[in-house]
């Protein structure tokens, strides 16, 4: 969007003309990266649309001499408790744990950040943005702890000899991506806020507005397209979240917290179903299409002002 | 490996590729509010904060507690837990991490340099629909690779392999690197590589010599983007390499965690600030150019 606009601005008025041919570096240098590309992205594409479809396993006679099944693994999707349930943990935990949680709790420490004292930004801005840091999996063991009978959360909650993750498992595993994945609505909605005029928000001002008004009238509508970004750059990100479940829960207890990733590696995985593991898996990019769709839907007016 | 042989220096290059305004303060006066407003909106920032911190503390209050338990450990300093984390393998599986991370680092930046450059300045047929193929691969579910790119390498016999292993890792990187350093280029000036052409330097010579220190701070961005990215990569490594001697951290956390029945909360406490520190220190070096990408998000306006 904006690069592309930029581009433009920038090749114009440029010296060399592009040449209309194709020179022999163009092809050598874009080799290795072609390479990769479509060896380990575009052919397992394919290979995974042609997978789904079939009987394979991991072991046993089908992990040799698997075949092309049709429709079946989609008739048996269809009618697999599981997995709808997965689907709804899934956009349970994307929405809630994802876009909610992370636009709301970003966008408070970005605007607490514009008016709060410089020190204060400053550290609380370096804790959450350590808690983004951090890998994913000493994340999952951090609130591991923390959930567990006399673990710090449970002691807090007044809970202190229950086990959370397995009483609450689906909340504290989206309290824990909330809390990592935070820092990144804050950082990029606090950017957003730098780019929103002052005028507009001046002569609001000047009419009298409140502080919340405001904000509601003017500063968020202003940005609507960082927010819509945001949140699509969030749902991309949670929605084949792994490590962080799977390391805390396994996607249990009884799958309660079995995204569908976690229940694509189970089928696959721990019950040899890989080709039913595939299904499973281009459901989820469908799902992640879709909702793609949605978002960039909903900014087509910004882009096409952008134009 | 300085631009000092060109003519004058670029400060745009320098600074980040899409936030072309000059430096705003970060914090925008609030004109015509009380001063009060700012010692309440400071004190809810930091109770804020404070929860964000608690689990922090929590897990280094642990590290270095060798009685720690799943509660906030009473503050002692006692390195036993980074030793028993260190007798459980830690310090093999960073060395694996390193390995994992280091490859599929350079393997990405230098392949994503080359395309870029040639995206930005070559012609290329159907560079359009390319860009946005890219940009498409940006967005896509790696677990849906996961099981094909399995089933290549049983084929092939590249199960196992670190090298193989952090090829796969890299070439998740790679469509985000493509296009970050692309902007970056296009944002360079062509004269440079211009007066280069004319003094006769090869279009290899000018990449290496002209273009690559003058978007120095991009390829820095992308490669550590990356290097963080394959840093923390667990279920990969779990499924493309369960040879035990080449477990990376991610896995060897997860193992160490359910291993044995009983959770070890402060050795894994420390493994876990050991295998943090690293990309903890790149993010600081790299946080000066990483904002520049974030004013990118928030810099689409309507």
Redesign the interface.
Known sequence: MTALTRRRATVAPAGIRERQRLKASTLAWLTPASALLIGLFLVPIGYAIYLGFTNLELLGPTAQNYSFTGLANVRRMIHDPVFWSSVKLTLIFVVGSGIIAQTILGLALALLGQRAHVTVRASVGSVVVLAWVLPEIAVAFIWYAFSQAGGTLSVLTGHSNSDLLSTAPLLIVSVANTWRGTAFSMLVLSAGLRNVPQEADEAAQLEGASYWKRLLRVTLPIMRPTLMINMLLITLGTISDFTLIFAMTQGGPGNQTAILPVYMYIEAFQFNALGYGTTIALALMLIGALLSVFYIRQLRPELRRAR | MTSTSLPGQLPDATDSP??T?PG?P???R????PGG???I??V???V??MA?????V??IL?ALNPHA????SSPAFSLDNFRAAFQAGAGRAIANSLYLAGVSTV?AT???T??G???S?????LKGLLLVG?IF?T??????????????FVKINWLNSPFYTS??L???S??FA?WLLK?FI??V???F??AAAVEGSG??QILLRVVVPLIMPGILVSAILTF?NS??A??IPL?LDSSPGDTP??VG??EF?TANGQ?Q?GP??AY??L??VP??IM?IIS?RWL?GS?????????
């Open positions: 899409v936030d305004r705003r970060a914090a925008r609030v004109r015509g509010e407003h700012k010692i909106v400071s809810i920032m930091a804020l904060g964000f911190l608690l689990p922090l929590w897990l642990a338990t799943s509660g906030l393997v230098v392949v994503s080359l395309a450059y040639v995206l300045r070559h012609y290329v047929p890219v691969l967005g896509l579910p790696v677990t849906l690779l996961l099981i094909p790119i399995y089933q290549i090829l796969v890299g070439a998740t790679v469509p493509i902007n296009d944002q000036p062509r004269d590589e211009e279009q290899f963080i840093w923390g667990f279920l499924v951290g991610a956390i997860y965690i959770v909360f894994l406490a876990g600030i295998f943090s990309v903890i993010y946080s904002s974030f004013s990118f998000a928030g810099g689409v306006k309507g």
